[in-house]
Nanobody
């Protein structure tokens, strides 16, 4: 069983940056495609970004393209999300997720098998 623990959330002013990290333990990080999702109260979980097992391909949600960058370091069992030019609408709980299936990068939450507990990101205007 894999465990995911996010960190790096906080409060930042609009236009600022934050870097989220997700530590993967229990199994090798390279066994999983990884994703970031976010959620605000009363709304469905929204796809943010995903990355292949070796990190050669990434995919982003339309609302974060050009501002967010996802990366991974399998040797350190670490997955990162660099968030730049943050906007108030980026405020949400951000979740790290692991997908142990095959096929293309998934963008829907139901395709992911394991989840972290989430970290709060608040962007003030």
């Amino acid at each position: 069983q894999v465990q995911l623990v996010e960190s790096g959330g906080g409060t930042v002013q609009a236009g600022g940056s934050l870097r989220l990290s997700c530590v993967v333990s229990g199994r090798s990080a390279r066994d999983y495609m990884m994703g970031w999702f976010r959620q605000t109260p009363g709304k469905e979980r929204e796809f943010v970004a995903s990355i292949t097992r070796r990190g050669e391909i990434t995919r982003y949600g339309d609302s974060v393209k050009g501002r967010f960058t996802m990366s991974r370091d399998n040797h350190k069992s670490l997955v990162n999300l660099q968030m730049n030019s943050l906007k108030p609408e980026d405020t949400a709980v951000y979740y790290c997720a692991a997908d142990d299936g095959g096929g293309p990068l998934n963008i829907t939450p139901d395709k992911y098998d394991f989840w972290g507990q989430g970290t709060q990101v608040t962007v003030s205007s």
